[in-house]
């Protein structure tokens, strides 16, 4: 098991840092273009926008992966016990909804179904819209790889 969860930090380390080494390259580019050469380039812009949703959508699944995503302690604070237990469970199992229903099935549904092409760059935007399926699966994975680390860690305390 550590060794698949090795194998997922690695992964999204390396995909969330193409993602920002992208961001920086093509901001540099944009203030080199505007300011130094005097003639703006033009698809920077699109190209900062996207990068941008990408490096936020893996980012995200990686807080999740490292479980340090923004949660709201407020209710979960104040309840002790087997109650506790379940408020628990049900936010993970409403969490595993939202991101398979949403991310996954919806993500994969908007990709499959886009027809339309970005302005500037012409590309395809399912390529785009493939983040949300990825980044969804990765949160999956993660949510997944922490349950069995929590029952494990529980079955190794009986014994």
């Known amino acids: 098991m ?3 969860e090795k194998v997922l930090d690695t992964v999204m380390r390396f995909l969330m840092a193409v993602a920002m080494a992208a961001l920086v390259l093509g901001g540099t580019w944009q203030i080199v273009s505007r300011w ?3 003639n703006p380039s033009t698809f920077t812009d ?3 926008r996207y990068m941008l949703i990408i490096a936020s959508m893996l980012g995200s699944a990686y807080c999740f992966y490292r479980d340090e995503h923004l949660s ?3 209710v979960t604070d104040r309840v002790h016990g087997v109650a506790a237990v379940i408020l628990q469970v049900f936010i993970e ?3 595993l909804f939202f991101v398979c229903y949403v991310f996954i099935y919806g993500g994969w549904k908007l990709a499959a179904n886009a027809t339309n092409i970005s302005s500037v760059m012409h590309i395809p935007m399912k390529y785009m819209y493939m983040i949300e399926p990825i980044a969804g699966v990765f949160i999956v ?3 997944i790889l922490k349950y069995v680390q929590l029952l494990t860690e529980k079955k190794g305390e009986k014994a």
């Open 72 to 74: 709201l302690e407020l």
């Open 141 to 143: 994975v993660a949510r």
């Open 2 to 4: 550590k060794k698949v």
């Open 93 to 95: 199992l409403a969490i």
């Open 46 to 48: 699109e190209f900062l």
């Open 36 to 38: 130094i050469l005097g």
